[in-house]
Every structure is written in C-alpha cells, then in structure tokens.
C-alpha cells in the first residue's frame, strides 16, 4: 500500500522558486510530491527538508543505477532525507538492489521508517522498438518489464516504477503488495510530449496501479490546481 495520497505530482522545475510559486496554489500538508534529477541536481537536499516540513509526501526520483557498493553508499546518504519512496534501475542487476536496500537500512536514523525501495522497469519514453532495435534487449516490453519486476522483488525491493500497461501482468505474478508506482499518465485528450506507454488516471487505476506520477498535465495546465484535482476525481471515481 502507498500511504494517503497516490496522486504523485513530478515537480520537475529547476529552482526552488518555481517550485515554491508553483506549490503555493495547493494545500501542501498530504500533497504526494516527486522529486527527480532535475530537481534534485539543481537545488540539493535543502528543499526536501522545506518540502517535509511543509508536510509533502516525498518520492525522491533519482533512479540509481552503478555498481553495488556505490549504490549502498548513496543510499545510505539518501535514507537520511526522510522521504517516503526512493529508486533505482531494475537494469543494475539483483546485486545492486540488494545493495540498495543494506544502504538503507543502515542510514535510515532510528525509530524512523526505512523509505520505499522501487525499481523502474523500462521508462515509459521506451518504446517496443527502442527496445529492441538500439539497447538490443529482445523480447515484448511488457515481458521484459515483467522479468525485471520479479528481479526487483528476489532482491526483497517494495515494488516498481512502470507503465501502468504492464500493471495486470505484474500483479498477477508478484502479488498485489507488490507496488506498482507508474507515471505516462495523461489525461483524456491531452498531448503525450515524449512519453510513450501511457493511459489515463482513470485507466491506470483500473488496471491496478497503486499509484500514479503525473508531471507535465498538472504543472504545465493553465490551471494546475483545477487540472489536479480533475486528475483526483478520476482516479477517485474508477472501479479498483
Ligand atoms: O510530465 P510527465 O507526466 O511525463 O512526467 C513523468 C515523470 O515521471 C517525469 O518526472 C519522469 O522523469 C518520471 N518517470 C517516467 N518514467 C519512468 C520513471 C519516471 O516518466 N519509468
């Protein structure tokens, strides 16, 4: 289960500012915030710790993916942050999400809960024939999705990051418990920019997710906090 709020809004703006202008339209306490590379790289750990006290539920979206022991480290780094959900890529290999989740348990302060460990599967900008023809990994997406959906939960991780496409067949053989956490969301009508994989809110909760990533629907509509709550109010009226 994700705590309260599903509605996963990717905050990917470049300064804290934009960030600030941006939220202060919504009631921040209970608001599920993402935090990603742009984010992250541009203005540092300062603002996860605003956004906390702001009372946001965090994703902090850095899909990490080297070798096993850097992978520990930087999580062991990570796990101080407090935020709810992190990850890394299903692509690193067992090993490396093993790795992950040591660095997590060893840097998460106690008394506190260790963060949410998912593993991204393919992006959902990757499509059929990327896949097959440039990174030269054979095979359907939704088979290779499935496959490294299993790794990530041998090596003891909470769940994935996927397209909500690849939901049922995830569920069915990992468990429901197992998280599905799946941005490529775009509401009826609206333009798909550079993803690929993607469904409405509606549809991907039909399909089983357990939550949903939305960026670009909601920061860049005329009205972002009509547009959120639109988003809401489909995921809400859907039949689980
Ligand atoms: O603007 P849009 O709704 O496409 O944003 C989707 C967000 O989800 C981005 O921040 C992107 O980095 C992230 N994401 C994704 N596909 C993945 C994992 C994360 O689109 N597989």
Redesign the pocket.
């Given at each position: 289960m994700i705590d309260n709020n599903p509605v996963y809004i990717?905050l990917?703006f470049a300064k804290p500012q934009q960030v600030l202008d941006f939220l202060d339209r919504f009631e921040t306490n209970g608001l599920a915030v993402?935090i990603?590379m742009e984010l992250f790289y541009h203005t540092g750990p300062a603002l996860i710790a605003d956004l906390k006290g702001a009372g946001c539920q965090i994703f902090l979206?850095l899909k990490l993916h080297d070798i096993p022991n850097t992978v520990k480290k930087a999580m062991k780094g990570l796990a101080g942050f407090g935020v709810d959900i992190v990850n890394v890529h299903a692509a690193g290999g067992n090993t490396m999400m093993e790795a992950a989740l040591e660095g997590l348990d060893q840097g998460t302060p106690p008394g506190k809960k260790r963060p949410k460990c998912i593993a991204?599967t393919q992006?959902?900008?990757t499509s059929q024939q990327m896949m097959n023809q440039y990174l030269l990994i054979g095979g359907k997406i939704e088979d290779v999705a499935l496959s490294y959906a299993r790794l990530a939960q041998s090596a003891g991780l909470d769940g994935v990051?996927c397209s909500p496409l690849e939901v049922p067949s995830i569920k069915k053989r990992c468990g429901k418990d197992f998280l599905t956490v799946t941005?490529?969301?775009r509401p009826a009508g609206s333009v798909e920019?550079d993803?690929v994989r993607i469904t409405t809110p509606k549809r991907a909760r039909e399909l089983g997710s357990d939550a949903i990533?939305?960026?670009?629907?909601i920061t860049k509509a005329d009205d972002p906090l009509l547009a959120y709550h639109q988003i809401q109010a489909e995921w809400s009226e859907a039949n689980e």
């Open positions: 990717a990917d993402k990603g979206d991204v992006l959902t900008s990051v941005p490529g969301i920019d993803q990533v939305v960026g670009r629907s």
